[in-house]
């Protein structure tokens, strides 16, 4: 008896270490639960949780592999009362108990007698039930049998359990890497994207630090990671810090973390971000809205390579390298004495400058299609293939859009969400966009370059009015036919 009991305990054993396949896990248990019960046959049937059905594994049977997933109605049978009352349940002649459904018996092909059934069950879910059938000699199950499936049923649900939150963990982490391998995808052909991503992999090789310039959506979080993600420091933490957002208290407790009862709330000791992203990369988004006062701290860092938290006065020697960013004019800002200039040179070892995205119009096809692409790739199954018409797609390139790689994205999923057919018409884009005048175009342009913008826009819209009809559109517009010629050659209307 001794003897039989530690051989159970083995098997057992075994099912808590055996894998974290739910699948091969589900085989391992029926397999077991047949040895150790002395069955003639068992399933395992899993609930689901919405509906209540039962959905089988089956051990035993000539059918099983056919039948595998048959399911019960909720409550249906011994196994669906045993799955809703979450007790367990011996029946020793199923003929004379009504609970009995004949449904599982004739799915497995075998003849009943009596049934032993148990929930697997951790805490108050239930993940589903395990059936036994008879002795292999067919003899019924009794009460002792009952309470040995009830004991092996408890460690068969944790470790089933334990499968299903692997699995979705497993699932959800690759869900996530993908959306990032996917957010951090560059696009670009034009030269000067080649020569920035050029750039940007030199530096990523060396421990250099680089201040990243450019207006708001032209790609600068993404080129720090780009950098980051092709640097030797690539496995170890990358680690972003708005400065713009915080006050000058909390970046400093933020980056230099801060020693128990350095001020009122300081309730433990805490690392911060300098020492959390310690061998890997910090990235300073926003650095020129950080006040003089924290610019000298930054400095320091540079210099000496040591942090000391808030409160302490311990140096901590950190290996982080620094990549920083910021949409303001920054040798105006050290001119104005915003930005110190010690720690501009500090930072301006090398210095990744992106265009906007006016200046690189060739690539804007491109990112369209790419943008296009991914929001009906992830905007749900079933979606129809949608492309910009010639006109939207003029819009687009020829419109200097402020909020650059940015508002490109954004004007492109709302124009999927909202729009109807397959073709994004002019319509479909922002209004901002769609209805140009002299009001939309950006602040920041040269009073030539709006002049630019204006007049090629008109120029294209007076010929088109004339079905392209030069002399026809400089009478309109009261000009040479020569000069209105050179203008149209000139701005590539
Ligand atoms: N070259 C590019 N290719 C593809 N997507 C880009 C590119 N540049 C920027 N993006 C996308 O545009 C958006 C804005 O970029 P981001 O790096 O946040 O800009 P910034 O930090 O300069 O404001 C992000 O969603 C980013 O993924
Ligand atoms: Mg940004």
């Not at 992106?354 to 790419?370: G, V, W």
């Not at 057919?421 to 922002?430: A, E, M, N, Q, T």
């Not at 002299?438 to 010929?463: H, I, Y």
């Not at 559109?473 to 040479?480: C, K, N």
Request: overall charge neutral; hydrophobic content about 40%.
């Amino acid at each position: 008896m001794r003897n039989s009991s530690i051989k159970i305990i083995k098997d057992i054993t075994e099912i808590v270490n055996s894998t974290i396949n739910l699948n091969n896990l589900l085989d391992v248990i029926i397999a077991t639960a047949t040895k150790i019960m002395n069955a003639k046959a068992s399933s395992l049937l899993l609930r689901d949780e919405k509906t209540g059905k039962l959905f089988f594994h089956i051990a035993t049977g000539e059918k099983k592999d056919e039948i595998k997933y048959f399911e019960l109605e909720k409550g249906e049978g011994i196994a669906g009362w045993v799955a809703e009352h979450g007790t367990p349940l011996l029946v020793e002649n199923v003929r004379e108990d009504p609970r009995w459904s004949s449904k599982i018996s004739a799915a497995i092909d075998f003849s009943t007698l009596s049934i032993a059934c148990a929930p697997l069950k951790v805490g108050d879910t239930i993940l589903g039930v395990i059936e036994i059938i008879d002795h292999i000699d067919g003899t019924p199950l009794t009460q002792d049998d009952l309470d040995l499936l009830n004991a092996f049923s408890e460690v068969a649900a944790l470790s089933i359990l334990r499968a299903k939150i692997y699995s979705f963990v497993n699932k959800e982490n690759e869900r996530l890497r993908e959306a990032l391998v996917e957010k951090s995808k560059i696009v670009g052909e034009s030269q000067i994207m080649k020569k920035i991503i050029s750039d940007c992999s030199k530096v990523a090789h060396s421990n250099a630090t680089a201040l990243i310039t450019g207006g708001s959506g032209t790609g600068k979080e993404l080129f720090a990671r780009f950098i980051h993600n092709s640097s030797p420091r690539k496995d170890a933490p990358y680690i972003t810090v708005n400065c713009g957002a915080l006050t000058e208290t909390l970046l400093e407790s933020e980056l230099f973390g801060y020693e128990k009862g350095a001020f009122t709330g300081a309730y433990a000791q805490k690392i911060g971000l300098f020492e959390a992203a310690d061998k890997g990369t910090l990235f300073l988004d926003e650095i020129g809205e950080t006040s003089l006062g924290m610019q000298v701290k930054l400095l320091r860092v540079l210099q000496e390579g040591v942090i000391t938290r808030v409160g302490g006065t311990r140096p901590i020697k950190v290996d982080v390298r620094l990549l920083a960013a910021t949409n303001r004019n920054v040798e105006e800002l050290v001119k104005e004495k915003l930005f110190r200039e010690d720690l501009y040179y500090r930072l301006n070892v090398v210095r990744i400058k992106l265009p906007r995205l006016s200046e690189r119009k060739e690539d804007i096809p491109l990112l369209a299609k790419y943008f296009l692409e991914r929001f009906q790739r992830t905007s749900g199954a079933g979606r129809r293939a949608v492309e910009l018409s010639p006109e939207a797609m003029e819009i687009l390139v020829n419109n200097d859009l402020p909020g650059n790689i940015r508002q490109l994205e954004n004007a492109l999923e709302r124009a999927v969400i909202m729009g109807s057919g397959p073709v994004i018409r002019p319509s479909d884009l922002p209004r901002e966009l769609s209805e140009r005048g002299p009001n939309s175009l950006a602040v920041g342009l040269t009073l030539k370059e709006a002049q630019d913008v204006f007049k090629r826009d008109f120029l294209r819209r007076t010929l088109e009015s004339v079905e392209g009809s030069k002399t026809k559109a400089a009478s309109m517009l009261d000009i040479q036919r020569t000069y209105l010629s050179r203008l149209v050659k000139e701005l590539g209307v």
